[in-house]
Structure formats: C-alpha cells, structure tokens
C-alpha cells in the first residue's frame, strides 16, 4: 500500500473518532441541561428572555416563564438555552465591576496634554 493512502486512511479515521466524540460529549450535555430544566429553575432563552421556569408540557413542548411579578411568556421548549445558576450571575457581575477599572481606558499622554494648556 501507499505510504498516502495510509496517511489518508489514518486521516479519515481520526476524523471519524472526533465526530463521534462530540457527538457523545454534546448528547451528554443535553441530558444534563434536561436534568436541570425543573420548574422553579431560573433559565435564559436563545434570544435572551431570563425569567423563573413554571411550567413544561413535554407532549406540546410548550414552557411557561415567569419574566416578572405576574408576568409569564409562553415558549417553544427547543428556546430554553441554559439554566442560570447563582454562582455564575456572581462571577458577570464580578467582571463587570472589574471591567470599570481605568487602566484599560485609552488615556491621554500626559506630555502632550501639558503641550496643550501651556499653548492657550
């Protein structure tokens, strides 16, 4: 055989390992996130809808949320993305915060801002 149509071969079927593995890999994580789809769960929508998880009807894939006191949306089960747990809430705010630091901030060179106020 052809040293190529090894490499080739070998190729293909590394391939074919890695798809199956995400697929295994992706499979898994659905069955977690179905795991954690209860009502009562604070859960975000693909396009961006946060709101507490009341209700699923598994035969019409219909959910109802809770967006806000009183409020409640009714959507495909296919659009509710992940659950939202409290820990990672803690850990945006957190970047947020971080993020206002004034080091990342282009600043003015000092130099030149001098060259300025002495001119006028």
């Known amino acids: 055989m ?13 391939l074919i390992f890695f798809m199956i593995r995400n ?8 069955a977690e996130l179905q ?7 604070e859960v975000m929508t693909n396009f ?5 998880l009341l ?3 598994e035969e ?3 959910a109802v949320l809770e967006t806000g006191p009183g409020s409640t949306v009714r959507v495909h089960r296919q659009t509710l993305a992940r659950v939202v747990e409290d820990d990672v809430l ?16 282009p600043r003015l060179n000092e130099s030149s801002a001098d060259a300025k106020k002495s001119d006028d």
């Open 60 to 62: 019409s894939n219909i």
């Open 23 to 30: 697929s295994r890999k992706r499979r898994a994580d659905m």
């Open 55 to 57: 209700e699923i009807d």
């Open 48 to 52: 961006g809808l946060f709101g507490t």
């Open 2 to 14: 052809d040293p190529l149509t090894i490499v080739m071969l070998a190729v293909l079927a590394l």
């Open 35 to 41: 795991d954690k789809m209860v009502p009562g769960a």
């Open 90 to 105: 803690e850990e945006e705010e957190a970047d947020e915060v971080d993020g206002d630091d004034s080091t990342d901030a």
